[in-house]
């Protein structure tokens, strides 16, 4: 399972890639409007800091603008991979882009109809958003499991599922039970996924306990 960050904060990016669980990077446009800085630039700082895809959104809604605006992004380093909209422009855009060799994440997914869509045009990834559909009353981990299992019976299908839009460190064991390929998520909850009070607890009396040994290991 790859972990990917969600989020155009660099310290965050540098700090979290130094622990080596990070294999990628997702921004969107209002992550680059968030991070306040410029989205060339931006992109171009992930890139080099972590090797693994970092997707950097299209704007256009139409074919021929998304494809001059992924000239431009795909030019700024070997792993960025272009996400474009699930829409029939975006889905036009990716297959020729995928057809050309380049890395294409399809984002705005929300049913397994657009989900089986994305693997015909050849996506890299699809970005299944479980947080957007939880805020609206709909399982999103339920959509994963389909999406899972719909791609398992097909063997020309590639495409990566992306689980995108997660607010909770359940949602990351949950995609993990599930068998998803890949979990984005915010710094924070990558930071949480560490953290339980019997560690701390239990870390404490070691510590403790070693100390009254007198001794040390260096
Ligand atoms: C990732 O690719 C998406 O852009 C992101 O996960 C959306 O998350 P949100 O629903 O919290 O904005």
């Known amino acids: 399972m790859k972990f990917f960050l969600d989020t155009g904060e660099i310290n965050d990016i540098r700090e979290l890639a130094e622990t080596g669980m990070v294999d990628g990077v997702t921004t969107n446009p209002s992550i680059v409007a968030k991070s306040g800085r410029k989205f060339v630039d931006l992109i171009k700082e992930i890139c080099a800091t972590v090797p693994g895809p970092v997707s950097a959104e299209v704007t ?3 074919y021929d603008t998304m494809m001059k605006e992924a000239d ?7 792993n960025v991979a272009i996400k474009v909209p699930l829409t029939v ?5 990716c297959k020729r882009l995928s057809s050309e060799g380049t890395m294409v994440n399809v984002t705005l997914c ?3 109809g657009q989900a ?3 693997a015909k045009a050849g996506a890299s990834f699809v970005s299944p958003f479980v947080g957007r559909l939880d805020d609206l009353g709909v399982d999103g981990m339920q959509l994963i499991d389909d999406i899972v ?7 020309n299908f590639k495409t990566e599922v992306l ?9 990351v064991v ?6 998803a390929d890949v979990i984005t998520c915010p710094p924070s909850i990558l930071r949480q996924l560490y953290a339980h009070p019997l560690t701390e607890k239990g870390l404490a009396s070691f510590a403790k306990d070693w100390e009254k040994t007198g001794q040390s290991i260096l």
């Open 60 to 62: 256009a809604l139409d």
């Open 72 to 78: 431009v992004l795909r030019k700024i380093a070997k």
């Open 89 to 93: 422009d975006g889905l036009r855009t």
């Open 110 to 112: 929300f049913t397994c």
């Open 116 to 118: 089986i869509l994305a």
């Open 149 to 155: 299992g719909i791609y398992e019976n097909y063997d």
């Open 163 to 171: 689980v995108a839009s997660v607010r909770s460190v359940e949602h």
């Open 174 to 179: 949950s995609a993990a039970r599930y068998g």
